[in-house]
């Protein structure tokens, strides 16, 4: 019923920025909440930031400052722009929409496919 595609990962040095796209296509009237999580190696899938249709916004302590978080309703697109990324930031992006109402009803937790990030000189 959902379908979440996502772009921008890639390579980059410590202290380089990145932005991550995410784009939310189907019969989708409102999506309640759109975040980004991320699953390191050898570590389990974490929160790093979500967004409310409200603009209200979640932020992992460890990327507070550094990463922003950002939609766009219309398009029902969710933006990640990260800056000074640091070793440690480096996973495997995931895309979420959970709560979302489409034609056929409320329907909860979709994922993009993930999309790499690897921070290293």
């Known amino acids: 019923q959902v379908q979440l595609v996502e772009s921008g990962g890639g390579l980059v040095q410590p202290g380089g920025s990145l932005r991550l796209s995410c784009a939310a296509s189907?019969?989708?009237?409102?999506?309640?909440?759109m975040g980004w999580y991320r699953q390191g190696p050898g570590k389990q899938r974490e929160l790093v930031a979500a967004i409310t249709s409200g603009g209200r916004t979640n932020y992992a302590d460890v990327v507070k400052g550094r990463f922003t978080i950002a939609r766009d309703n219309a398009k029902n697109t969710v933006y990640l722009q990260m800056n000074n990324l640091k070793p440690e930031d480096t996973a495997v992006y995931y895309c979420?929409?959970?709560?979302?109402?489409?034609?056929?009803?409320?329907?909860?937790?979709?994922w993009g496919q993930g999309t790499q990030v690897t921070v290293s000189s």
């Open positions: 189907g019969s989708i009237f409102s999506i309640n909440v």
């Open positions: 979420n929409a959970d709560r979302i109402i489409t034609r056929s009803g409320l329907v909860t937790d979709y």
